[in-house]
């Protein structure tokens, strides 16, 4: 019989997505161990996980994957081939109505890059400390994308509006954003992505104490500190709006101490992940945070990715962080307690068992 990490190795399913494929009833093991609750599958079951896998990947739904499943070994093959034939039918419906829309959208977004340009060509001049903007790159440095298929995450966000300046990173699964007080400059707002490497080069202009001078001249950004600048053109994107994808409010938040809890995710019990470890997170009534081993059941334990989390408290350069977590599915928060205003969240992953 195969374990049932062979039969995921050898299926490309994957543990956690075996076991809920049992509990769904669609791919039940031949024998569950009454005493570790460990699954063991007939040889004869890998093609069945196979095929599984195959229709997962082309969208078909479990209901009639069970079906199909259970009529493939028959001899009457008509149900298999009804059940293909009207799928293929759905997803070529759904691609005919996809078209529709994108073609909609494409004419919104036409009519709405003419407003976006405008945050992009206006002239900028103000000043900043230079401990306050390093701090604040050092915050954020962490989300920025290296996704060459999306340029416009490539680089940090510089979102000038009336006494602050937000430098914002994100690459889908992570976001993070600073703020940082300026002066000298009280125009309408203005935002610029600063490619990657430019912002770097900021960065490495501000070791001093003093202030230092940001400015904007339509498409082209700099930094002065001193005698030394660093100046380059910006991204020409338009970057997502990423006040609205801030996390709402939540009741579960609680203190957490920095290097106990980094300890604490890096010793603990992880779960594989297609985007690597993951640490499966809950607050107890006390307030707690504690991990989740393998197996333990519990509706709003969250997973996140580890990797991604130990960088976000480390990047918020704090001994005490606040740690907010909402549903399963909501993005998990971490703010310093005396400055909401620079916070990191994270996505959840979600769990199939």
């Not at 940090?156 to 699964?173: A, P």
């Amino acid at each position: 019989m195969r374990s049932i990490g062979e039969m995921a190795r050898d299926s490309g399913l994957g543990v956690s997505a075996l076991r809920f494929y049992d509990r769904a009833g669609v791919l039940v093991p031949a024998w569950v161990d009454p005493v570790s609750g460990y699954r063991w599958y007939e040889p004869e079951q890998l093609e069945e996980a196979l095929l599984l896998a195959r229709l997962r990947r082309a969208g078909m739904p479990l209901a009639d994957i069970r079906l199909m499943l259970a009529s493939w070994s028959g001899a009457d093959t008509d149900l298999v081939r009804k059940l293909l034939k009207a799928h293929l039918r759905r997803l070529e419906q759904g691609l005919s109505d996809a078209r529709s829309e994108f073609s909609t959208l494409r004419v919104l977004l036409d009519h709405r890059e003419n407003a976006m340009t405008s945050l992009r060509i206006a002239t900028v001049r103000l000043s900043v400390t230079a401990p306050e903007l390093a701090a604040a790159l050092d915050t954020v440095r962490f989300a920025a994308s290296t996704d060459p298929e999306l340029p416009m995450l490539g680089g940090v966000l510089f979102d000038i509006e009336g006494e602050s300046l937000h430098v914002v990173t994100t690459d889908r699964y992570r976001m993070a954003v600073a703020q940082v007080g300026i002066a000298g400059y009280d125009g309408s707002r203005v935002q610029v992505i600063v490619p990657t490497p430019l912002a770097d080069a900021m960065r490495a202009l501000l070791a001093g104490e003093g202030l230092v001078r940001l400015s904007v001249d339509g498409d082209r950004v700099t930094l002065e500190a001193g005698d030394r600048q660093a100046a380059g053109q910006c991204l020409d994107h338009d970057f997502p709006d990423y006040r609205r994808l801030l996390p709402q409010a939540t009741g579960r938040r609680t203190v957490v101490e920095v290097a106990a809890f980094g300890k604490a995710l890096q010793t603990g019990p992880v779960r594989s992940g297609e985007s690597g470890d993951l640490s499966v997170l809950r607050v107890e009534d006390g307030g707690t945070v504690t991990l989740c081993a393998d197996g333990v059941e519990d509706p709003d334990r969250v997973a996140v990715n580890r990797a991604f989390l130990l960088d976000a408290l480390t990047a918020q350069a704090r001994d005490r962080l606040i740690l907010e977590l909402g549903t399963p599915r909501a993005p998990i928060a971490i703010r310093r307690p005396d400055d909401e205003g620079t916070f990191s969240i994270l996505m959840p992953v979600r769990l199939d068992d």
